[in-house]
């Protein structure tokens, strides 16, 4: 047999090409169930797949969303993605990713690609190097929602962590175990919401035990520089910390390097505490405690958010928090 037609299936189950046009585009709530079982069974016995461009011309809609994140092999991102395949797959969807290495060239070109091949919405975890692009794409009425990192609050869909609170309790946790200087390692944060509010955590904390607070509770780390100086020489120094609180998986890892290569051990000599789980953190040499995000949650909302937005229903919310969760394993312990 020859390439399977619509009309084939429709002779085969005995019904109609309208009453297979309605069952391949969702149409069947009112369908008889033994009308649909023969169908299912049609399509499985022809080995029929529809044509997505037919269905895209009468319907408008090509099944197929992108994702672009900036590191596909990430942990968080690799289960972010894994949310919105298991939430697009039980809706019918296909998925596209493009991974962009962190640059924004890349994004931009990625972003037109996607547009090109007509996919009917874009979930990004934007560089914020593009948002010309994304305001353009928005002002088109195109669906786009992002995640992950929240640049200065706008008119935009965003799914993230509960970063404020979690770095609120992040903080109380190793206040309550009795460190008073605890040392926060972030990226810059200016410009960056989403990395301010873990500051704003940080800081509250701090205020609500009247813990003084200032520039020096601060170190900075960059993908490009590392840190700007070394963790290891500030325990050295007049203004030791007791612990430090990093705000970013890669961190927390040149952080354990840094210190082993300098013979300081956690949690004997400083405490650590690290934002987002580490793979097999807990068969590490000494397991690290960390606030755990909720990547697949995100992944799904993000999904969720993009479907109403393609099908015009107006989401709930503009801003979607995902709780997360912190678990306390070895690398604190008490002053």
């Not at 547009?115 to 009917?120: A, G, L, Q, R, S």
């Not at 309790?169 to 944060?189: P, W």
């Not at 609500?208 to 509770?217: G, L, V």
């Not at 030791?240 to 051990?265: C, G, R």
């Amino acid at each position: 047999m020859g390439k399977v037609r619509i009309i084939d299936v429709a002779n085969h189950a005995g019904v109609s090409k309208s009453t297979i046009s309605q069952y391949l585009n969702g149409r069947y709530k009112h369908m008889a169930e033994s009308t649909r079982e023969r169908i299912k069974l049609a399509i499985s016995e022809l080995d029929y797949v529809p044509n997505p461009i037919a269905r895209s011309l009468k319907t408008d809609k090509t099944k197929t969303i992108g994702v672009v994140v900036r590191d596909v092999a990430g942990f968080h991102s690799s289960q972010v993605i894994r949310g919105v395949d298991d939430y697009c797959k039980k809706h019918g969807y296909n998925v596209v990713i493009y991974n962009t290495d962190f640059a924004p060239e890349s994004e931009a070109q990625s972003l037109k690609s996607l547009k090109e091949m007509c996919v009917d919405g874009i979930i990004i975890a934007s560089s914020g190097k593009n948002p010309d692009l994304l305001d353009q794409y928005r002002q088109q009425g195109f669906p786009l929602v992002e995640f992950q990192i929240e640049y200065q609050p706008s008119d935009k869909y965003v799914v993230v962590s509960d970063y404020e609170k979690a770095a609120f309790d992040a903080t109380e946790y190793l206040i309550e175990l009795g460190h008073k200087n605890i040392c926060l390692i972030t990226q810059t944060f200016e410009g960056i919401q989403s990395r301010q509010e873990r500051i704003q955590g940080f800081q509250r904390a701090l205020d609500k035990h009247a813990i003084k607070h200032d520039q020096s509770n601060i170190l900075f780390w960059s993908r490009k520089d590392g840190f700007e100086s070394s963790p290891s020489a500030l325990l050295r120094s007049a203004q030791a910390p007791s612990a430090f609180f990093t705000q970013h998986l890669a961190i927390t890892t040149e952080l354990l390097k840094d210190l082993e290569s300098n013979k300081v051990t956690v949690p004997n000599d400083v405490s650590l505490l690290g934002f987002d789980e580490l793979p097999m953190a807990e068969f590490l040499k000494v397991p690290v405690t960390v606030i755990k995000q909720d990547p697949h949650r995100i992944g799904v909302e993000s999904a969720k958010t993009l479907m109403a937005l393609i099908n015009n229903k107006k989401p709930r919310t503009k801003k979607i928090i995902v709780p997360c969760k912190l678990i306390a394993r070895q690398s604190c312990q008490t002053r």
